[in-house]
């Protein structure tokens, strides 16, 4: 009894806060494998079987013409926008796009946001700004798996799908979450590089490879796991709501005003490249373990490429991925990967996995570099035989396979490619090769970011400590 009066409180909350981790981390302790029914169906040699008709394409590359397509895009629609981000948070792009957003909503353009459910619980929840979007007639916000820490099973299942729609007429999928870090250049200190695909359809009657993302979204918009997003009419008028909508639509005016071109007629055609074909890859879109289908599909697309240049953040790999990644560049004549250098990233848990596991990495094949540019790069990107261009929301973790939902979009064009490799190549200038374990090959003009031994001691301590949940990464 007199146990129970002292450490009772204590041990309560010990109980609570195991039974949160273990429920938040067993769903996921396996790894699901690809089952016959699903390789049976992914058959990369009927990739680009059906033409692409009028689409087009181009690459966003900076952080500022993320922002620029965001605004024209958004501007030009006239019946319907679909904004699914992983994370949105406060800040100058979010109030800009969201400022255009909330303009066509009052000219009456159906909006459809979809976010991460821990991301809108994190970085939306309490802020007018978002609720004076989401209480308009024309918006509805919905939440991917929303928070539920009675139910830490649950907490796991995210949603990590970055991609916006315009009508019938274009959309872009890529890496960039919605805030200043990613979209335009407001926040010069932390940004991380990153770039999308636009996809433009000069037939929009014909929707082309836009249903086949139409379907996916309608998937995840109307499953289970989602649910609405504070757009009751009591809190449209609350005082705080009231003021940043009228905010908002100031705000419309002085884009307008000053950056009058994103609001005018703009020539697609001429801004973009003809392509061959077009093909989505995701992931399943529960909430618990996944068959690991882009890991899966993508490896295919690979062992039947000579020439393989991948662009990854960080690389977090299990044995299966491992062996199918050795197979992959023991098929190519030229096989690279370019990640983060530890130095250079941003994501330390990734970074001391990577320490950990480096050899097995090493051992699969692929050259190695490391990127050293001084700003992380978060681009997951992939060319093939210089007419195969990939890219998306993918990382090569094990996160991003078995747990998360994710996309890429797998586009046939040698014009493209030539100029997704472009700026790849120019990423690579400032990497160093990885030799081995220890030794590298490096550029004259790359200086390597001075790390303190006690951060490399806090990663080593970080990967040993992790090396069992390393799933989750």
Not at 50 to 64: D, F, H, K, Q, V
Not at 70 to 96: H, P, W, Y
Not at 166 to 182: E, K, L, S
Not at 405 to 424: A, D, F, P, W, Y
Request: proline content about 4%; glycine content about 6%.
């Amino acid at each position: 009894m007199l146990f129970i009066k002292k450490y009772g409180i204590t041990c309560l909350v010990l109980a609570v806060v195991l039974y949160i981790l273990v429920g938040a981390m067993a769903p996921f302790a396996g790894y699901k494998k690809i089952s016959k029914e699903t390789a049976a169906s992914v058959d990369v040699n009927q990739f680009f079987q059906n033409p692409a008709g009028g689409e087009r394409a181009s690459i966003l590359e900076t952080g500022e013409s993320a922002w620029e397509e965001r605004l024209r895009l958004l501007n030009g629609a006239k019946e319907r926008i679909v904004l699914s981000t992983f994370d949105m948070r406060e800040g100058q792009s979010t109030e800009d796009i969201l400022s255009v957003i909330l303009h066509k909503a009052d000219a009456g353009v159906r909006v459809q946001i979809l976010v991460d459910g821990i991301s809108g619980f994190l970085r939306m929840e309490g802020k007018p700004l978002f609720y004076a979007v989401s209480t308009h007639p024309n918006v509805e916000i919905r939440l991917y798996n929303p928070v539920n820490i009675l139910l830490p099973w649950r907490l796991q299942g995210r949603m990590h799908d970055k991609y916006i729609m315009v009508d019938y007429q274009a959309y872009m999928i890529g890496g960039r979450n919605t805030f200043d870090y990613f979209i335009g250049n407001y926040e010069q200190e932390n940004n991380s590089l990153d770039r999308e695909v636009l996809i433009y359809n000069t037939k929009p009657e014909q929707p082309g490879s836009m249903a086949k993302l139409e379907t996916y979204f309608e998937s995840v918009w109307n499953s289970k796991y989602c649910r609405d997003f504070h757009g009751d009419e009591s809190l449209a008028e609350h005082p705080k709501v009231v003021a940043q909508r009228e905010l908002l639509r100031e705000r419309y005016m002085y884009l307008t005003s000053e950056f009058p071109e994103l609001f005018s007629d703009y020539d697609y055609e001429a801004a973009t490249v003809p392509i061959d074909g077009v093909e989505l890859v995701t992931n399943p879109t529960g909430i618990y373990g996944k068959e690991p289908i882009v890991f899966y599909t993508l490896t295919e697309l690979m062992k039947s490429s000579k020439k393989i240049d991948l662009h990854t953040p960080y690389i977090v790999c299990n044995d299966y991925m491992y062996e199918r990644l050795s197979e992959t560049a023991s098929a190519a004549e030229e096989a690279k990967m370019v990640i983060n250098s530890v130095e250079n990233g941003d994501n330390i848990v990734a970074s001391s996995d990577y320490l950990r596991n480096k050899p097995d990495v090493l051992a699969t094949g692929f050259t190695l570099y490391e990127y050293d540019g001084g700003t992380s790069t978060h681009g997951k990107s992939i060319t093939m035989n210089g007419d195969i261009s990939v890219i998306g929301s993918y990382n090569f973790d094990l996160r991003s396979t078995y747990m998360d939902t994710e996309m890429m979009l797998v586009v046939k064009s040698k014009e493209l490619t030539e100029e997704l490799q472009g700026n790849m190549d120019i990423l690579e200038k400032d990497c160093r090769k990885v030799i081995d374990e220890t030794t590298y090959e490096v550029p004259e003009h790359v200086t390597v970011r001075a790390v303190s031994s006690g951060k490399r001691v806090l990663m080593k301590l970080i990967g040993f400590v992790l090396s069992p949940f390393r799933y989750v990464i």
